[in-house]
C-alpha cells in the first residue's frame, strides 16, 4: 500500500510557475507508475500527466504539453509537477496518484490518491 501526500499549491500570476511534490510512504514508490490529475469543482477529475517507474517515460494532456513537467525521485520517495506559464484555466486541486500497472491516463488506472493541493491562477 501507498500513501501519498501533496504540497506546495498556492495563489500564483497567471504566467508564473510552480511547483507541486507528492511524497510517498509505504511502499517502495520506484515499483509504481505515478499519475497527476486535477478537478475544479462540479467537473470529473481529469488526467495532467503520468511518469513510468523509471522517469525515462512522461504523457500529458494536451491542454498542459510544453508547459508542465513530471520528474520523480525515489530515493526521496517524492514524484514533482513542475507548472509554468500558468493560466487562470489551470485553476484547480492537484491530486497525484499511484499504480502499479503501466502508464495511464484514466482515474480507474490508479489505486491510490492523495487529499490534494489547492492551486490558484489569478489573472
Known amino acids: 500500500q501507498v500513501q501519498l501526500v501533496e504540497s506546495g499549491g498556492r495563489l500564483v500570476q497567471a504566467g508564473g510557475s510552480l511547483s507541486v511534490s507528492c511524497e510517498a510512504s509505504g511502499d517502495t514508490i520506484s515499483d509504481y507508475t505515478m499519475g497527476w490529475f486535477r478537478q475544479v469543482p462540479g467537473k470529473e477529475r481529469e488526467f495532467v500527466g503520468t511518469i513510468n517507474w523509471t522517469g525515462g517515460f512522461t504523457r500529458y494532456a494536451d491542454s498542459v504539453q510544453g508547459r508542465f513537467f513530471i520528474s520523480r525521485d525515489n530515493a526521496k520517495s517524492t514524484v514533482y509537477l513542475q507548472m509554468t506559464q500558468l493560466k487562470p484555466e489551470d485553476t484547480a486541486v492537484y491530486y497525484c496518484?499511484?499504480?502499479?500497472?503501466?502508464?495511464?491516463?484514466?482515474?480507474?488506472?490508479?489505486?491510490?490518491w492523495g487529499q490534494g493541493t489547492q492551486v490558484t491562477v489569478s489573472s
Open positions: 496518484a499511484a499504480t502499479p500497472r503501466g502508464t495511464g491516463v484514466t482515474v480507474d488506472w490508479y489505486k491510490y
